[in-house]
């Protein structure tokens, strides 16, 4: 990888400067995985003997280059009672990017473990080799006025034109967006008690716009494998708009007792709306599927900070903070009456599926259940003759996904101390999220493969117990629940987890030994530990390891890596 950024300003006089920047970033990207013998015929394919796998192959290169520069012409002027200042510009980003790449599968490697592109059937396999180049083009405004340092008011304009909003009506008009922001110094204007060193009241109201993905506004056929064309089957749109989030916020900051108090409280709400959906075309239509803009996907949320210094001395002071944020999704509107929900992702061989509904929120997971009266009890099947009660295994419902929970905490909340003792520092962050769900095939597919430590355990005492009933009949209660295709129910969890997210020990080396070096001004030698334990996990798994963080499968573990704890030595001089 490599980077460049350059920077140029030139001062007319006190009240007018102009300043132009630009930066590059051009990275190069090779990936070679490996898969051997052995690995799941559902990533290998199995071979042509059937006994097993033989592996696969991915290759594939990659490189890009981002350019950015802007001009930025800037007036500034302080009045008797107010103060200005101005800043109009443009700027251009620029993005280019292109690849190559195969992969063996759903062929197979014709010798196990031999990794080469002359061991795999591209016949059966997949080649890549693709382009891209996106470009914005930008003119914007923002200007403050303030009045006798008490109140302050800001404002900006931008305007976007985007490549990928080519063949719409958005081409050339592109498409604005401003904001405005008051803040308001109490401490300045009214006469408050000498312990208060800062009241401050904020509020502001924004619109910002993003263009749409590369091509979606033209979608063309393509050429795959043996020169056999794709032919698209998403119908043009020209009335494409852009999508456009409306924002507001208040808040307020004070700090007391010569700041050893500090308090930070903000409230959010934000709407985006016009955003892209792919509908299925009614029957005889010439294309399957096609674009709509719809959607109103709303956030509110509140963030508070709280800090404070107990304890000031001259050799020792403890320092302590308190972060509390919470945040709500929900879905306002989709696509209109006809489209109740949107699936991101699942079904086919797996028994989750990401959701969005109007009420919904992003992060909502549907599975499969048990099937239970009215009540909420199991239902078993009904008994053979001469079967045991404790046989009979529970009914599961796999024809109705229901939703199980969203992966999202009902609060995030941190606490943060640093401690210092003459040249000693002790810092440490206990952070935690409290509420949510997460499932893990993980567990489902060890359960049913019989190799977890619950199925161990349901062996050693001969039964299961589910809510309250005993089944003896433990294999064939995890074949049927267990696996990728089981109930998923059975293998959520409450994500809620507290952990020692970081400490740090270090010591100032004495003012009195760097001064004989003539060039060292301070240093500082530490060690930092991240990710050290849980103090609770009510997971079977770290819940931030999550298998995606996009729309799709929000809070599901497949297979997942454990995260990792860290600890690290760091040496910090300053010359």
């Given at each position: 990888r490599t980077l460049l950024n350059l920077s140029v300003k030139y001062k007319f006089n006190d009240l007018f400067s102009i300043q132009a920047r630009g930066s590059a970033d051009y990275v190069v990207d090779k990936n070679n995985t490996r898969m051997y013998a052995g690995t799941s015929p559902v990533l290998c394919g199995m071979n042509?003997?059937?006994?097993?796998?033989n592996g696969r192959y991915i290759y594939g290169e990659s490189s890009s280059l981002s350019s950015y520069g802007d001009v930025l012409f800037t007036y500034q002027q302080q009045f008797t009672n107010f103060s200005v200042n101005a800043s109009v510009g443009a700027s251009i980003n620029d993005y280019t990017g292109n690849g190559t790449g195969f992969d063996s599968y759903p062929g197979i490697l014709s010798v196990p473990n031999v990794f080469t592109m002359q061991n795999c059937s591209l016949n059966k396999?997949?080649?890549?080799?693709?382009?891209?180049?996106?470009?914005?083009?930008?003119?914007?405004?923002?200007g403050q006025v303030g009045f006798k340092d008490q109140i302050y008011v800001d404002v900006t304009a931008r305007n976007d034109w985007t490549s990928t909003l080519a063949f719409t009506k958005y081409k050339n008009k592109g498409f604005f967006y401003p904001s405005v922001g008051v803040t308001w110094l109490l401490n300045e204007t009214l006469k408050l008690p000498s312990w208060i060193d800062l009241g401050k009241i904020r509020g502001a109201w924004s619109k910002v716009g993003n263009g749409l993905n590369t091509y979606t506004s033209n979608p063309l056929n393509s050429i795959t494998k043996?020169?056999?064309?794709?032919?698209?089957?998403?119908?043009?749109?020209?009335?494409?708009?852009?999508?456009?989030?409306?924002?507001?916020?208040?808040?307020?900051?004070?700090?007391?007792?010569?700041?050893?108090?500090?308090?930070?409280?903000?409230?959010?709400?934000?709407?985006?709306?016009n955003q892209l959906f792919t509908l299925d075309a009614p029957s005889g239509s010439q294309y399957a599927r096609?674009?709509?803009?719809?959607?109103?996907?709303?956030?509110?949320?509140?963030?508070?900070?709280l800090n404070g210094t107990p304890v000031m001395t001259k050799d020792f002071r403890w320092k302590t903070g308190v972060n509390f944020a919470t945040n709500k999704n929900e879905a306002k509107a989709l696509a209109g009456d006809d489209f109740?929900?949107?699936?991101?992702?699942?079904?086919?061989?797996?028994?989750?599926?990401?959701?969005?509904?109007?009420?919904?929120?992003?992060?909502?997971?549907?599975?499969?259940?048990?099937?239970?009266?009215?009540?909420g009890n199991i239902q078993y099947e009904p008994a053979k003759e001469g079967q045991k009660d404790s046989d009979r295994l529970p009914l599961v419902d796999k024809t109705n996904p229901v939703k199980l929970g969203n992966s999202t905490p009902d609060f995030n909340l941190g606490w943060s101390n640093t401690i210092t003792w003459k040249d000693f520092s002790l810092y440490f962050l206990i952070d935690g999220r409290f509420g949510g769900e997460v499932m893990s095939l993980t567990e489902a597919d060890l359960d049913q493969q019989g190799v977890s430590k619950a199925t161990g355990d349901a062996r050693d005492r001969g039964y299961v117990m589910l809510e309250g009933r005993q089944i003896t009949d433990v294999e064939g209660f995890y074949n049927q629940v267990g696996g990728r295709a089981g109930v998923t129910e059975h293998y959520m969890y409450r994500a809620t987890n507290i952990r020692l997210r970081e400490l740090s020990i270090g010591y100032s080396l004495p003012q009195a030994w760097l001064a004989k070096t003539g060039v060292i001004k301070n240093a500082q030698v530490s060690l930092v530990g991240r990710n050290l334990f849980f103090f609770k996990n009510n997971a079977p798994y770290d819940p931030d390891g999550m298998l995606s963080t996009s729309n799709r499968l929000q809070g599901v573990e497949v297979f997942g890596m454990p995260t990792n704890r860290s600890i690290g030595f760091n040496l910090k001089v300053n010359f």
């Open positions: 042509p003997a059937g006994t097993g796998t396999g997949s080649l890549t080799d693709w382009k891209t180049h996106t470009q914005s083009q930008s003119v914007f405004f923002t043996s020169g056999s064309i794709n032919f698209n089957s998403t119908a043009p749109f020209a009335e494409l708009k852009p999508e456009m989030t409306t924002s507001i916020e208040f808040g307020t900051e004070w700090r007391f007792f010569n700041s050893r108090l500090e308090f930070d409280f903000t409230y959010y709400k934000t709407n985006t709306k096609y674009y709509i803009n719809a959607g109103d996907i709303q956030n509110t949320g509140v963030e508070v900070m109740g929900y949107f699936t991101f992702s699942g079904g086919e061989s797996n028994n989750v599926w990401s959701r969005l509904e109007v009420g919904g929120s992003f992060g909502d997971i549907y599975g499969t259940t048990f099937v239970r009266d009215e009540k």
